[in-house]
């Protein structure tokens, strides 16, 4: 089973500081998911070159210099149950490998102590400026790929959120920033928003357990979209909080968060997003 579906994530900022925000966001929604043993454990956080990345985007141009982040996600009750269920204990450990060559990023997560080759999830990011999402192949996928892409937009203020993860102060239909003059966004608040940029993230799943690939696939979909959904809504509420922030006081926090996460999931209880 090969599943491609990429999320385009308008939003009311520019490419420039979505580069802080998601990155201090990481930051911050990584404390959030840590705790009793389960959650976020970062073993490289570092410079790479080209020559290192050594990787291709599906155009053949090479994937440039940037930031190399290697995380373990300790998940546990973060999975649903018929997985649970089926894996041993000690299996539930995810690998996300990061390339982040801003304004181009691919994350790689593998299961590589269970399920091995038979899973694996690619994200590709681009984030372009002054755009509402109209490009047809950002990602410049050959036609065998275009075709079987799913497109599937992502309304940070319109778009349902469950019950579970709802917070009003985390909701931009009600968040003013002091800093900016941005929010509350109002329904056709794409119409005026300036400045706007796009998130293209392309998601490609690949899963071999045959018995199980139509309840994993449900999984995946609906679990990248309330991902996506809940984390960029975080983003733009989160704004007072990241906006003036240079890329040095983002590596000086990026530090100090992986000696908490640390403490975190040996003292902490367990919290965080759980399956439905």
């Known amino acids: 089973m090969v599943l491609i579906k990429e999320f385009r994530i308008v939003l009311p900022m520019t490419v420039e500081e979505y580069q802080v925000a998601q990155l201090y966001s990481v930051a911050e929604a ?3 998911e840590t705790g009793g043993g389960e959650g976020i454990e970062v073993i490289h956080n570092e410079p790479y070159t080209q020559e290192e990345c050594g990787q291709s985007m599906y155009d ?11 995380k373990i996600f300790h998940l546990a009750s973060k999975v649903p149950a018929f997985i649970r269920w089926l894996a041993p204990k000690g299996s539930l450990e995810v690998h996300e490998k990061a390339w982040n060559a801003y304004p181009f990023c691919r994350t790689v997560v593998t299961n590589p102590d269970y399920m091995r080759e ?12 002054d755009d509402m999402g109209e490009l047809e192949n950002v990602h410049k996928l050959p036609p065998e790929l275009l075709a079987k892409r799913e497109v599937i937009r992502i309304d940070i203020a319109n778009d349902p959120v469950g019950n579970k993860d709802y917070k009003r102060e985390e909701d931009p239909k009600l968040f003013h920033s002091e800093k900016t003059g941005r929010g509350p966004l109002t329904n056709d608040w794409k119409k005026a928003a300036r400045p706007v940029m796009c998130a293209y993230k392309l998601v490609t799943v690949q899963f071999k357990w045959f018995l199980l690939q139509g309840r994993v696939e449900k999984f995946i979909q609906n679990g990248e979209r309330r991902i996506f959904t809940n984390f960029h809504r975080q983003v733009f509420c ?4 990241w906006y003036g922030l240079s890329m040095e ?5 990026e530090e100090k968060t992986k000696k908490e996460l640390d403490k975190k999931r040996q003292d902490g209880e367990v919290c965080g997003t759980t399956a439905d």
């Open 118 to 129: 038979n899973f694996e999830i690619k994200i590709e990011s681009w984030h372009i400026a």
């Open 30 to 32: 990584s404390k959030n």
């Open 60 to 70: 053949g141009t090479q994937i440039k210099d940037g930031q190399y982040t290697h």
């Open 238 to 241: 989160w704004i007072d909080k």
């Open 249 to 253: 006081d983002i590596r000086a926090i």
